[in-house]
């Protein structure tokens, strides 16, 4: 295992490919090449951020990851221009230090690493190489808040639709989780369509604003098909990049 980091029971590479990790005026802590560990919590508890934001160790690295992103990625979402929410978070995930494939490679899978672009193609890599780190659970049980005892601070979680480009029942669109705040609202990383610029502090009800409600109120998570449940698909980054390191 490389020499590194380690944070939140993860050993993460050195700053030669966390650089974002060991700029001045971002995170509080010590000279991440010393391998020191990261705490972000006093004897009175955690530090928070005006916010409100909980700073413990995951959400300190994915906000300053996500805030690094957004700044390499200027500019409104554009199919045209490859500004998408895959190529963003693959920005994210490259500040966290996870190897990402070539912006100009047409068939990324030949490289053996994270598509840089497509939703369906990085879920599909995903299972392919990293299968004990993907999750799965129903659409509804995120709509309804159901999950957040199993995502934590730095996941990436992709969301399927009914219908879309990727075809019946697939991933379209994917965020970060940034944290949480102390009253338990999730901060979430994303760009999406519409958006004129990718952020690090989307909210719940902005990110999940592509659902639809029926007449009664509750959340519409109908299928193309009867033998189809829409779902979410999560993985830990940090759990990948571990692996990746050893």
Known sequence: RLPGLAVAGLFLPRKSSLPSLSQSGGLPTPDPSEGEPLEYS???????????????????????????AVGSMPGPYSWEEYRTCSTFISAYLGELGMPISDKTEKAS???GLFPWSGTLRQVKWLRRNFPAHVRDAPL?????????DRLKPGDVIYFTTALNHNGYNTPSHMAALVGYHVNGEPQFAELAAGMKKASADR?????????????????????????HTLVVIWFDPFAVIRELET
């Not at 909210?203 to 033998?227: C, E, H, I, V």
């Open 140 to 148: 509804i049980d995120f709509l309804e808040r159901r999950l957040w």
């Open 109 to 111: 899978e030949a490289s």
């Open 203 to 227: 909210s719940f009800a902005q990110l999940t604003r592509f659902y639809k409600r029926k007449a009664n109120g509750s959340w519409d998570t109908t299928p193309s098909d009867p033998g």
């Open 42 to 68: 006093t004897p009175d508890g955690p530090i928070v951020s005006e916010s409100g934001l909980i700073l413990d160790d995951r959400t300190t690295i994915a906000l300053h990851a996500a805030q690094e």
